[in-house]
């Protein structure tokens, strides 16, 4: 079964980068629509992007449009997230998941069955 390892989170002042990176442990990883999520403290867990298997669609939340991009390699068993422009509002934890079946929108956490640990990113004002 495919393992989703998070990391690059930690701290940056609003207005500074930061690039997420989510390693799968099987070789299967192009099989594999992947996406990541994010959750606030006292918040749900909330769609942030996703990838489809080629890399060639993605979709990324409103909230993040101009600022997130996702991208994978899979190559290197990869998904990214990179993050410009970061506000004070996304600071959470950032989750990697992955599913079989590629939806053009409206993604919700009950469409993606494998997880990461999350990793966490703090945006500083």
């Known amino acids: 079964q495919l393992q989703l390892v998070e990391s690059g989170g930690g701290l940056v002042q609003a207005g500074g980068s930061l690039r997420l990176s989510c390693v799968a442990s099987s070789r299967t990883f192009g099989s594999y629509v992947m996406g990541w999520f994010r959750q606030a403290p006292r918040e749900e867990r909330e769609f942030v992007a996703a990838i489809v298997w080629s890399g060639a669609s993605t979709d990324v939340t409103d909230s993040v449009k101009g600022r997130f991009t996702i991208s994978r390699d899979n190559a290197k068993n990869t998904v990214y997230l990179q993050m410009n422009s970061l506000e004070p509002e996304d600071t959470g934890i950032y989750y990697c998941?992955?599913?079989?079946?590629?939806?053009?929108?409206?993604?919700?956490?009950?469409?993606?069955?494998?997880w990461g640990q999350g990793t966490q990113v703090t945006v500083s004002s």
């Open positions: 998941a992955a599913t079989t079946v590629w939806k053009r929108s409206a993604w919700a956490e009950s469409d993606f069955g494998l």
